[in-house]
Antibody, heavy 121, light 108 residues
Framework: QVQLVQSGAEVKKPGSSVKVSCKSS????????IFWVRQAPGQGLEWMGG????????NYAQPFQARVTITADTSTSTAYLELSGLTSEDTAVYYC??????????????WGQGTLVAVSS | EVVLTQSPATLSVSPGERATLSCRAS??????LAWYQQKPGQAPRLLIS???TRATGISARFSGSGSGTEFTLTISSLQSEDFAVYYC??????????FGQGTKLEIK
């Protein structure tokens, strides 16, 4: 069974960083992209970036390029999203997602349960 | 960068009727378009990929059409569980993606 399991909710201070994990099972991790999407309260979906481990480097959406680092640990089939310089506008649910067609363009078949990150002083 | 514009922002339809949702791309994305359904407190669920291919387990009441810059999601004979927010997503520059802003489908 393919599933993505994310780490738990976080409360952070403005200016700090957060690191969210996403553990994959049931997929060929190194060929399956792990993509990160965030959703602010009452707002839509926003793609932040992703990584396909076999390709090595991550790619990022332009608004997040300076503050986001996405990595993957193939030994544990876990991907990570680190976001720095947090402000209240980063308060959101962060989802990881993947597809069931490795190395082929497709939508996101499988989603993690979401991780709430709240930024508050 | 591709911009996806969904319309309308909110659609009010009675149960049993048909709903038609639109997604327009600022430039051609070929057939590299997906549709998602999201209910409150839940992660999105993939409905359609490749503009018209239903994902595994998705009811035949959901159908997608279009290519290039104009896309449509049609939901026939609306059921109570279909009232949700719907998003389109393009992946023409995979592995880069863009989402539309969403259409809320509400009960009339």
């Amino acid at each position: 069974q393919v599933q993505l399991v994310q780490s738990g909710a976080e409360v952070k201070k403005p200016g700090s960083s957060v690191k969210v994990s996403c553990k994959s099972s049931g997929v060929t991790f190194d060929k399956s992209g792990i993509f990160w999407v965030r959703q602010a309260p009452g707002q839509g979906l926003e793609w932040m970036g992703g990584i396909i481990p076999i390709f090595g480097a991550a790619n990022y959406a332009q608004p997040f390029q300076a503050r986001v680092t996405i990595t993957a640990d193939t030994s544990t089939s876990t991907a990570y999203l680190e976001l720095s310089g947090l402000t209240s506008e980063d308060t959101a649910v962060y989802y990881c997602a993947t597809d069931l067609t490795p190395l082929q363009p497709n939508g996101f078949d499988i989603w993690g349960q979401g991780t709430l990150v709240a930024v508050s002083s | 960068e591709v911009v996806l514009t969904q319309s309308p922002a909110t659609l009010s339809v009675s149960p049993g009727e048909r709903a038609t949702l639109s997604c327009r791309a600022s430039q051609s994305v070929s057939s590299n378009l997906a549709w998602y359904q999201q209910k409150p407190g839940q992660a999105p669920r993939l409905l359609i990929s490749g503009a018209s291919t239903r994902a595994t387990g998705i009811s035949a009441r959901f159908s997608g059409s279009g290519s290039g810059t104009e896309f449509t999601l049609t939901i026939s004979s609306l059921q109570s569980e279909d009232f949700a927010v719907y998003y389109c997503q393009e992946y023409n520059n995979w592995p880069r993606f863009t989402f539309g802003q969403g259409t809320k489908l509400e009960i009339k």
